[in-house]
């Protein structure tokens, strides 16, 4: 294998490790405290690109004043199916199979009125036209890839950093380890998901700036990512931040090595086969760790 190759590959393995990382990274927020799978979250990577698209190319707005709306609005949406939907639900003691099911209607509905006002085309956000992009020992990076990097690095780095230190982020850890036991202490579970879903939206909302910046967009793009990211959370290991970052890094390493070596079309398969044997062979993941309950 030639050099030039190799380089290339592993550029491609660190820009999708990087982007599966935001993806389980804001998922997992979500997921420690509510204890479902928030399939709307798709929605919330969908249409921060969509909002992008809106106020940067309808509106003509800068980018430095798009983005920040984009990621306001798209985060919205995590907002107000806390308030609208989830907590009604959670006060009427609703399973998680219902809250699943909940959001994958919102998730539905949702897509369906995002082709219904901006089509099903494919659509562009990009910054001028598409370039070879800078090269490194043969190999070659586009501009946005290194900026989709960078900006992903320093929110890994602050959301560990925020969640271990600061009082919403040790909040989000006591609710995420009991949240009975947490309201007796004086902390409300309710305001504590409220944040999880707002950051955790947040965090999902850059995820699909950067991919639509990347790849353009449709109005299918967020569910695959999402699911890319879940598989990503479980093989890492639920409950681990340090775990999402071996999970992604196992996941886009494997999906970029078989598309060398066998096809680029089993990308897709490679994911599942690879979630499918961690939950033979070591369901916890890599972190081998539970999330912790105290019982009362």
Partial sequence: MQVEIIVQILINIILLTSMYLLVANSFSTIYTVTKFFHIAHAITITSSAYFTYFFSQQLHYSHWIAVPMAIICASTIGLLSEIVIYKPLRRRNASPLIFMIASLGIYIVLQNIVSMIWGDDIKSIRLGEVKVGNEFLGAYIADIQIISI?????LFITSIVFLSHSRIGRNIQAVASNPELSNIMGISSDKVILSALVIGSSLAAVAGIL???DTDINPTMGFNWLLYGVVAMIIGGIGSTW?????????????????????SQWMN????????????????????????????
Avoid: D, T
């Avoid at 398969?269 to 009362?296: M, T």
């Fill in 150 to 154: 960078i900006v992903i690095s320093v």
């Fill in 211 to 213: 991919i639509a910046f």
């Fill in 269 to 296: 398969a490679v994911a599942y086969i690879l979630l499918i044997l961690f939950l033979l062979a070591k369901p916890l993941g890599f972190s081998g760790k539970r999330l912790k309950k105290v019982e009362i």
């Fill in 243 to 263: 775990g999402l970052l071996g999970g992604a890094l196992l996941l886009s390493s494997a999906q970029n090595l078989s598309a060398y070596f066998i096809g």
